[in-house]
């Protein structure tokens, strides 16, 4: 592989942006969704539907069909133009809820079975300040309200609400998770919430940053937020007291209906093949390579090209990275196996030191595995998720790559719109707000968007 030109991460996007305009297109490269879509459109892509077919190993297609959504993302017209990277699959994206377990103890808590489960133990923890902070309050929440800590959408999922993806009602139509009925009982609950006192006075202004401070001084026993936050921030709060472990469990539903758990789209990098390039195989020699070496390679393999023993991750530098979709199901599965047998011998070696960072905490509790251990033991946030997988649980956006060009122009406001709406109606506006949100997100440009999301996904492949 010859390199045309190289570019630090921050700039790659801006001169791929230039190559492209001045026509200078590189045989093979990476791209955002947006950027794929654009030139396939303008039918400057390669067609590798024939070369896929001759040339992918089968280890390569098992990683192309164990996510088969990512995959068709990189067709257009019925033909491949583009690889999805893939991602590490389902089971990394929705939410779960991290409570401190020593809390629960002290008030005989066990793990919570309804909605009204939650807001008791938020109520106890107000009341009874557990780690003797004056200010303490029960649920945590960042003013951004969305992401991967102290998020709402969690909270949302309960009331069988989806924030900011898009989903199908029962016409079919892809319709905007945000302004359905559902949201408005998801943040009458929060509203209720903050008027007792169990979400904090200040959270309008509280960033992340922040409300971390917050979970790691013990002013908070409940989180919303990614299967990862057990290995940050919240293991900085084991670290300064080795009893304060907050652990995870399943979003309970606020009714009888089954929960079901929203996931974003997972798939950021596509590589194509410029329509000139005389051999556009060689992209798919190239991912049957990364597949071998990360997934099916030797011990020396994986230390070389993969992740070194010092923890460099060389794999970054290979021209062509697909993920395995199931990589972290499978690493949860093997390694919360191996952790209750105290015996790696049957961990595939990708997964290895995964294995090496939890086992401490079963040996001696060793502060620095908790992160790793909640993530992936059986008694982890993969644990969790993996029942969501196997029932088939998780809510996966409809809007599977490029934006449209009216959300390009309008996303910004109408994300904005949103925030604010939402923050007021916490903060205690009236609920009739989120039904004029809804009527002005439709006029400032989110029925238009709809048309588009419709016409593109529901016509797609």
Known sequence: VNYDWTADISQYANKLNVSIASGDIPDFFACDPATYVKLAQNDQLADLSEAYDKYATPELKVTMDDFPEGFNSGKQNGKLVALSQQGFGIISLPPVVWIRNDWMEKFNFSAPETFDD????????????????????????????????????????????????????????????????????????????????????????????????????????????????????????????????????????????????????????????????????????????????????????????????????????????????????????????????RDSSKVSISFRGSYNNAIGWVENKDVNSYGSYYQLSAEGAYSVLKKFVDEDRILLTELRGAVTPTMAQKNATLAKLELDTFTKIILGSSLDEFDKFSENWKKLGGEEITKEINSIYNNSN
């Open 118 to 341: 939650i807001t008791k133990m938020a109520e106890t923890f107000v009341a009874n300040k557990p780690d003797g902070q004056k200010d303490t309050y029960g649920i945590a929440i960042q003013k951004d309200l969305m992401g991967a800590l102290s998020s709402i959408d969690g909270i949302a999922n309960a009331f069988h609400a989806y924030p900011t993806i898009w989903i199908k009602n029962e016409s079919g139509e892809i319709v905007y998770g945000s302004i359905q009925p559902e949201m408005k009982n998801a943040l009458k609950a929060m509203q209720d919430w903050y008027k007792k006192g169990l979400i904090s006075k200040e959270f309008g202004v509280k960033d992340t940053s922040k409300v971390n401070e917050d979970l790691v001084s013990g002013k908070v026993g409940i989180e919303f937020g990614a299967n990862w936050n057990s290995i940050w921030p919240l293991n900085d709060l084991v670290k300064k007291n080795e009893n304060a472990i907050f652990k995870p469990y399943a979003i309970p539903s606020s009714d009888d209906k089954p929960t079901l758990l929203q996931a974003a789209w997972p798939v950021n990098t596509y590589y194509v093949v410029n329509k000139k390039c005389e051999y556009p195989e060689a992209i798919i020699k190239l991912a049957n390579l990364f597949n071998k070496k990360m997934y099916h390679g030797t011990e020396e393999d994986y230390a070389k090209f993969i992740r070194t023993p010092s923890g460099s991750e060389n794999f970054n530098f290979a021209p062509v990275i697909t993920f395995n979709p199931m990589s972290d199901y499978n690493k949860h599965v093997e390694i919360a196996s191996a952790l209750k047998e």
